[in-house]
């Protein structure tokens, strides 16, 4: 699977519930992504979020099945780990 991040953008500020979450991991799994883990931004309006996809429109069809946003989709290719730097 291919890492995607995902920038958010809300009307309202965000407060999921326990139920929302559960749902959103619901439709997630239907839709065969995987689900990371999210930013939250100061003002709770955005979220950036890290998932695992086979594609950007699997992303993309559980973004609407679940009635989210999905402003943005950016497939990633690798990471830079500072710590690997250190002496």
Known sequence: MTLF???RSFADVLDPTADDIKAIG???TEA???WL???LSADKRKTYCLYEA????AIRKAA???GLPADVVIELSGQINP???AN
């Open 32 to 34: 065969g992504v995987r």
């Open 83 to 85: 710590e690997a730097f």
């Open 5 to 7: 991040l995902i920038e």
């Open 37 to 39: 883990y999210s930013f």
């Open 64 to 66: 609407e099945k679940a």
């Open 26 to 28: 619901e439709v997630n």
């Open 54 to 57: 086979d594609s950007p429109e």
